[in-house]
């Protein structure tokens, strides 16, 4: 990586322009004045003691107090767990702030108003199904048609469901990628069975997920993206038990 993308990288992690290239010019040269980090980087003399106050602060670099000021940055490990902790803190404290404005500006019926959601793109869906799959008390049928849409965590996700007095049964049919997960879903309490593809669905669904009978996801691809999973889900009151119904009618045909 140039300096010019650690640069860039630095600046995507907070830094500014001068306090990126500053700490760069530290990096290699070592302990330096502001005319040494000038000398060897972009940043002119009079910005370097701006920019080395912005490190300081984030204890990326130690100043001596000599006469003229010498900096010395922190080594690259050290600055990698910096920013990190930085990261983390930023992120929890954006994450508390938004729960906050959530619930206070929540409306009464907005879950009933709302009440399919959709979610694209396989990460997001497989975490859907996790979050689904979690709130399980009583059942799961969870119909898939390839080992993507099991991925370890949710592998993992559906034992911790079954272990909690909930039947879980997988069903897949039997020429796709999914038999590359049997080992690992081969407990007593899960049950998996490979069908044909059910008749009522069409040759773009891609996955079906019943939870009790609170929610419901299912999964397609378009045309427009036939390599990129599309999922609709709902756990809505109103909406989300006549399709659990329907589903599992389909499932048993």
Not at 44 to 61: H, M, T
Not at 120 to 144: C, F, H, P
Not at 218 to 234: D, K
Request: with cysteine.
């Amino acid at each position: 990586m140039d300096d010019t993308a650690l640069t860039e990288t630095l600046k995507e992690l907070g830094l500014s322009t001068y306090a990126a290239e500053t700490f760069l010019g530290l990096q290699r040269v070592g302990t330096a004045t502001a005319s040494d980090i000038a000398a060897v980087t972009d940043v002119p003399r009079s910005q370097v003691y701006g920019a080395a106050d912005e490190l300081a602060q984030l204890g990326l670099v130690n100043v001596q107090s000599a006469n003229p000021k010498e900096f010395r940055a922190v080594a690259p490990d050290t600055a990698g767990e910096l920013l990190q902790s930085r990261i983390a803190r930023q992120t929890t404290e954006m994450v508390n702030q938004l729960e906050a404005i959530r619930e206070a500006d929540a409306r009464p019926g907005q879950e009933e108003s709302n009440s399919i959601w959709r979610v694209q793109g396989l990460q997001n869906t497989n975490q859907k199904a996790i979050d689904l799959l979690e709130s399980a008390d009583r059942r799961v049928q969870y119909y898939v048609t390839a080992a993507a849409f099991l991925p370890s965590t949710a592998v993992d996700a559906l034992k911790a469901t079954a272990v909690d007095d909930c039947t879980v049964s997988v069903f897949a049919p039997a020429d796709t990628t999914v038999a590359e997960r049997q080992p690992e879903l081969t407990t007593e309490t899960i049950g998996v069975e490979y069908i044909d593809p059910p008749t009522a669905f069409a040759d773009n669904c891609t996955r079906l997920l019943v939870v009790d009978d609170s929610a419901v996801l299912v999964g397609v691809t378009t045309p427009r993206a036939p390599h990129e999973e599309l999922c609709f889900w709902s756990a809505s009151e109103r909406i989300a038990p006549p399709l659990a119904v329907a589903f599992r009618a389909v499932l048993r045909q």
